[in-house]
T-cell receptor, first 113, second 114 residues
């Protein structure tokens, strides 16, 4: 299946710093979503950006989408220890039907006090 | 608030057993999904369902089956458990058609097959 690929695989920063994670994908999409997963828990939806949008904000989160480069980025500003988690991008491209999402392997973010 | 509940957080079974993982959602969502998550492999779709009694294979359906007799419940069945099915299993649900809606996840079942 076509999957998004997050970069970097792991990121370690200090509280107050910004964290940027990138996602690349292979085929045309209708939308791209970002999810967070705390250790041992399920995924939580953060933000959805449609293919005709270039940027979207939600609180301290900023997502950009560049369909010409088939890439997206997630920026977390003024990070906190509670932001420590894995972050996944997911696209609706390349799935067996239009219902499912394809997830990347995730970026593991560690925010230290 | 949206709620997806998986019946067990941790489960230990033996090789060859028939294993049932249950998932219930309270949002009246049409779509339900089963994923497995393994280190280094990310989330992989096993099966999904877009309506009662309807099911579609995902990327790794071998060794699994599913049942959706009621809209709110989606069961994953390991017909004859094997050690390579030791994994974290995640259930999710979503509203509407196509992948243009958020998926809501349960907290997962960590399954060990001995």
């Amino acid at each position: 299946s076509q999957q998004g690929e997050e970069d970097p695989q792991a990121l370690s920063i200090q509280e107050g710093e910004n964290a940027t994670m990138n996602c690349s994908y292979k085929t045309s999409i209708n939308n791209l979503q970002w999810y967070r997963q705390n250790s041992g828990r399920g995924l939580v939806h953060l933000i959805l950006i449609r293919s005709n949008e270039r940027e979207k904000h939600s609180g301290r989160l900023r997502v950009t989408l560049d369909t010409s480069k088939k890439s997206s980025s997630l920026l977390i500003t003024a990070s906190r220890a509670a932001d420590t988690a894995s972050y996944f991008c997911a696209t609706d491209a390349g799935s067996n039907s239009g219902y499912a999402l394809n997830f990347g392997k995730g970026t593991s973010l560690l925010v230290t006090p | 608030d949206v709620k997806v509940t998986q019946s067990s957080r941790y489960l230990v079974k033996r090789t060859g057993e028939k294993v049932f993982l249950e998932c219930v959602q309270d949002m009246d969502h049409e779509n339900m999904f089963w994923y497995r998550q393994d280190p280094g492999l990310g989330l992989r779709l096993i099966y999904f369902s877009y309506d009662v009694k309807m099911k579609e294979k995902g990327d790794i359906p071998e060794g699994y089956s599913v049942s959706r007799e009621k809209k709110e419940r989606f069961s994953l069945i390991l017909e004859s458990a094997s050690t390579n099915q030791t994994s974290m299993y995640l259930c999710a649900s979503s509203f509407g058609v196509f992948g243009n809606q958020p998926q809501h996840f349960g907290d997962g079942t960590r399954l060990s097959i001995l």
